[in-house]
């Protein structure tokens, strides 16, 4: 299986965002941890909405 690519440190834990990861972070109650995941949640719910825009344009383009 191919590695995924990213900007993080060697080592640095890549944690998915997903409603544990949500939820964890809001019981340590870091202000600062909780933005910048609220925002990083922001980015990624905006990408698998245009994905799936672009998923939905192949499908009714096959459907022709």
Do not use: F
Request: hydrophobic residues 40%; charged residues 30%.
């Amino acid at each position: 299986m191919p590695t995924r690519k990213t900007s993080k440190k060697p080592g640095s834990p890549i944690r998915p965002i997903y409603g544990i990861a949500i939820h964890d972070c809001m019981k340590r109650g870091n202000a600062a941890e909780m933005k910048k995941l609220a925002a990083r949640a922001r980015k990624h719910v905006k990408d698998v909405k245009a994905a799936l825009a672009a998923l939905e344009k192949k499908i009714a383009s096959t459907q022709q």
